[in-house]
């Protein structure tokens, strides 16, 4: 029952910026963590940044300094704002929401392309 939709991918040159956008529906609980993973062509997924209910992150060592994630626990929305976005960024990437209600449960995105290429 519970969705989460992505937007916000796109085709930018390197030193760009985009802003990913992803919301949840479906639940009257609050996720904790949310966070961004991605997956390229024949590479296992990796995870890129989480923020947990009360607005503590955690980033890859590869997008610190260059990617910021934050949410809106009102809306069920988690953002990613990457800028100076390099080559090596390029894969689709999925939103996470981890649901704590007695147990631990994850939802995913259905993906979203981010090509950097020049």
């Known amino acids: 029952q519970v969705q989460l939709v992505e937007s916000g991918g796109g085709l930018v040159q390197p030193g760009g910026s985009l802003r990913l956008s992803c919301s949840a529906s479906g639940s009257i609980f609050s996720f904790d963590p949310m966070a961004w993973y991605r997956q390229a062509p024949g590479k296992q997924r990796e995870l890129v940044a989480d923020?947990?209910?009360?607005?503590?992150?955690n980033y890859a060592d590869s997008v610190k300094g260059r990617f910021i994630i934050s949410r809106d626990n009102a809306k069920n929305t988690v953002y990613l704002q990457m800028n100076n976005l390099k080559p090596e960024d390029t894969a689709v990437y999925y939103c996470?929401?981890?649901?704590?209600?007695?147990?631990?449960?994850?939802?995913w995105g259905q993906g979203t392309q981010v090509t950097v290429s020049s």
């Open positions: 923020i947990s209910r009360g607005g503590s992150t």
């Open positions: 996470n929401a981890r649901q704590r209600v007695g147990i631990i449960r994850d939802y």
